[in-house]
């Protein structure tokens, strides 16, 4: 093959892989409002609190990506022993799930490795937003990821905050607080969303099938220059 | 000569009468609020919330009672948490024991449990009467504050139940509101009873007399 072949077709190995866009990574974001519903969890020795409905809604799909990482931006009430082991965790689930329990088995919901600690600051006694970094995805939370978002036609899916021990977490939909400054006493509403970040690559098996199917075609196109200086050389001869 | 003698006892037995029921109708407001504290407790009976510490100074003065109260807290997730006040502001469980906490009677819910809410109770105080408060728990509430100068207050439910109190909303703070209107005398049915039987002696005496 000579270089303006293998130039050609390297450009539509290239081209084909930019106008592919769920071959593309990058960071999905979706924020919502909080919505608040507490369940009982852990055989209702702990609790979930529900932080929203994530709408992601990738245009190709999700079914050639590779979720790597998340993180979570939300507001919350979390008492001082929520440290450590006991800090509560984020579990994405099929939408509309009302026993995470039952969810966790049957494989509707998995549980990520993201907890948000009462040390994470801002910390206290009351409702703050919080932050957490990108936190790594396991393959198989990666797994249960995209089944949870393709099982949705506009890939979304339920965050919840678990804890297997604590009950006295709120996730408010809304809050409100005091004010004492007028004549009569009143209450002012805050309102509360969240955002959930998830960091997404083209899923391995594309690339392997990908970089497979150019080396396969590279080697094909070897062959057939062997073959073709061989015929003419005989033919010279 | 004895019976003008009797007439005027009866009249200044109607006249103390008179003026012991005026002496009951006696009262004032105490109101005040403070920051939340939030700090919780749960040693398995129960789970007790710190609210704080209100009416610092306040002494017993001539009044005997608590008769009626607005409280306004900002919580979530609670279902019929009971409002103590009493002394102590800390291990409620040890307090509670030794009959230094009072369940004031009021009960307090969040309408929507996904909020962090400000509940007033009974109502707001512009346009909702007081919450009465039961005669027994408003002695004794009185007798705290007399006693000790100030009045602690806990909020208390189930243990492990899940209801939460902030400290601070988002930056704001978050504050409790306590009103109680107290009064000088406490209307003891044997008072009344001693006092109503004592008159109609004085009578049923004066119509002997005159019917002598």
Redesign the interface.
């Known amino acids: 093959m000579n270089t303006i072949k293998f130039v050609a077709v390297l450009g539509i190995l290239i081209a084909s892989t930019l106008l592919v866009p769920r071959a593309s990574a990058g960071i999905a974001t979706s924020t919502v409002d909080q919505?608040?519903?507490?369940i009982g969890f852990n055989s209702n020795n702990g609790?979930a609190s529900k932080i929203g409905t994530f709408d992601f809604n990738f245009p190709g799909g999700v079914a050639s990506l590779d979720f790597l990482e998340a993180r979570i931006r939300l507001?919350v009430?979390l008492?001082p022993e929520a440290i450590g082991d006991l800090a509560p965790q984020i579990v994405f689930a099929k939408l509309g799930q009302t026993n995470l329990d039952q969810a966790l088995i049957t494989g509707d919901a998995t549980r990520t490795d993201i907890r948000i600690s009462y040390n994470l600051f801002p910390s206290?006694?009351?409702?703050?937003?919080k932050q957490t970094d990108f936190v790594k995805l396991t393959r198989v939370q990666s797994l249960a990821l995209s089944a949870i978002l393709a099982s949705d036609p506009s890939n979304r899916l339920d965050a919840w905050l678990v804890s297997d021990t604590l009950?006295?977490?709120?996730v408010?939909?809304?809050?409100?607080?005091?004010d004492?400054s007028g004549?009569?006493?009143i209450?002012?509403v805050?309102r509360?969303d969240s955002t959930l970040d998830l960091r997404y690559v083209p899923e391995p098996s594309t690339s392997i099938a990908f970089t497979g199917l150019s080396v396969w075609i590279l080697r094909g196109a070897r062959s057939w220059k062997r073959d073709r200086n061989l015929k003419s050389s005989k033919i010279k001869g | 000569m004895f019976r003008s003698n009797l007439s005027v006892s009866t009249s200044v037995g109607a006249l103390l009468l008179f003026l012991s029921s005026w002496s009951i109708a006696t009262a004032d407001i105490i109101k005040e609020f403070t920051q939340q504290s939030g700090v919780a407790e749960d040693f398995g009976l129960r789970r007790a919330v710190y609210l704080g510490r209100l009416f610092n100074g306040v002494d017993g003065g001539p009044f005997r009672r608590m008769d009626s109260m607005y409280a306004i807290v900002t919580l979530a997730q609670a279902n019929n948490v009971q409002l103590f006040a009493g002394d102590g502001n800390s291990n409620f469980d040890s307090a509670f024991s030794q009959g230094k906490m009072i369940d004031t009677g009021i009960r307090v819910s969040n309408s929507n449990q996904t909020d962090t809410q400000v509940v007033f109770v009974p109502g707001n105080p512009s346009n909702t009467p007081p919450f009465k408060i039961g005669v027994p728990a408003g002695v004794a509430i009185h007798d705290s504050l007399a006693a000790n100068n100030r009045l602690d207050f806990w909020l208390v439910g189930i243990t492990n139940s899940g209801f939460t109190v902030p400290s601070n909303v988002s930056g704001n703070v978050a504050n409790f509101f306590i009103q109680f209107d107290r009064s000088t005398a406490v209307p003891e049915p044997a008072s009344i009873l001693l006092a109503g039987s004592g008159l109609v002696a004085l009578l049923a005496k004066r119509r002997l007399r005159r019917s002598n």
């Open positions: 919505n608040g519903t507490k609790s507001s009430q008492p206290g006694l009351g409702i703050v937003e009950t006295a977490i709120t408010p939909a809304l809050s409100e607080f005091l004492l004549p009569f006493p209450a002012i805050t509360y």
